[in-house]
């Protein structure tokens, strides 16, 4: 039963998004029920396909949809701010949030997206009910031709001018062919090696858009196993093993005493536990382990 990660296709933003231009502030609200962005940028030339501003320039489509997404931020810092301001009387923590929200208005209306800001824990927490779109991890997706893929784009002007700005934002940056990957969704998973092979591919662009997902997110995959199914199950990097017993079921955090454990590949290539047990690669572990990418975990528990 493998882990699963939902994607949400948004259609593309345009100028005045923020202030209900088009389907904007639809689209907007969409986004921000997502724990992060993933913007597809064009970095390919080609005369039969038509840009909207008549030009290639992933710098200048970047700006657009980033303005519209610091106008909407700005927008709901402005008015947290001023329900606190009225109501502050009331709020226990108010001066803090009422600091916290005047310096992300200078930031926003600087042009720099929130997530730039190195944030308290309790800062997070203060801002998490505004779900703030600078404020979530970010990729861009560079769609390039398909003779781009082999290097990464590592030769594509448009490519290096994104990953320069995705420094800058402390957003990731993956390289696909929307066109390749339309012609890989056609192919059975035989086909789709070979065809992989072909272009110098070790994995899909999908692939690596939700390996990407996992890292900007601080996410990763442990596993249980028995007789009836194997079971991926998603966590935070840095759950400790009741925690990681919590995502299953609460009572398996709060009665948990401890857990079993083999790394991935010991795993498969034992066989099993038994084996990996003959040959020194099981460990018991309590509750201040951390659990790593790949773990294959049972728990021992008592409620």
């Known amino acids: 039963m493998p882990a699963t990660v939902e994607f949400v296709d948004i259609a593309g933003l345009v100028k005045g998004a923020a202030d209900g231009q088009g389907l904007g502030n639809k689209f907007l609200s969409n986004i921000r029920e997502c724990d992060a962005l993933v913007h597809v940028v064009r970095c390919f030339e080609d005369t039969d396909i038509i840009h909207v501003d008549g ?7 970047i700006a657009v949809i980033n303005f519209e997404l610091i106008l909407s931020d700005l927008s709901q810092v402005e008015r947290a701010l001023e329900r606190t301001l009225k109501t502050r009387g009331k709020i226990s923590n108010a001066a803090s949030k009422i600091q916290l ?3 992300l208005i200078k930031v926003l ?3 720099r997206a929130v997530r730039t800001l190195d944030l308290s824990e309790e800062e997070n927490s203060d801002l998490s009910d505004l779900k703030l779109l600078t404020m979530k991890p970010c990729i861009y997706a560079a769609n390039v031709n398909e003779g781009d893929l082999r290097d990464e784009g590592s030769k594509n002007d448009q490519v290096q001018k994104l990953r320069e700005t995705a420094n800058e934002e402390s957003a990731g940056v993956i390289v696909v062919s929307a066109q390749v990957e339309a012609e890989i969704m056609q192919l ?3 086909e789709r090696s070979m065809f992989l092979s072909d272009l110098g591919l070790s994995r899909s662009g999908l692939e690596s858009l939700i390996r990407a997902t996992y890292a900007q997110l601080g996410l990763q995959t442990y596993f249980t196993t028995g007789k009836k199914e194997t079971r991926a199950w998603t966590i935070k990097r840095g759950f400790t093993a009741p925690q990681a017993a919590g995502v299953i079921h609460s009572d398996f955090e709060r009665g948990f005493i401890k857990c079993e454990t083999v790394g991935f590949d010991d795993f498969v290539t034992c066989k099993g536990y038994t ?3 003959e040959r020194g690669l099981w460990r018991l572990e309590g509750k201040e382990y951390v659990v790593n990418e790949g773990d294959v975990l049972l728990f021992k ?3």
């Open 101 to 103: 929200y005047e310096k």
């Open 109 to 111: 209306e600087s042009g």
């Open 275 to 277: 084996v990996a047990k």
């Open 55 to 61: 030009s290639v320039d992933s710098q200048r489509d």
């Open 188 to 190: 059975d998973k035989n």
């Open 301 to 303: 528990f008592n409620v």
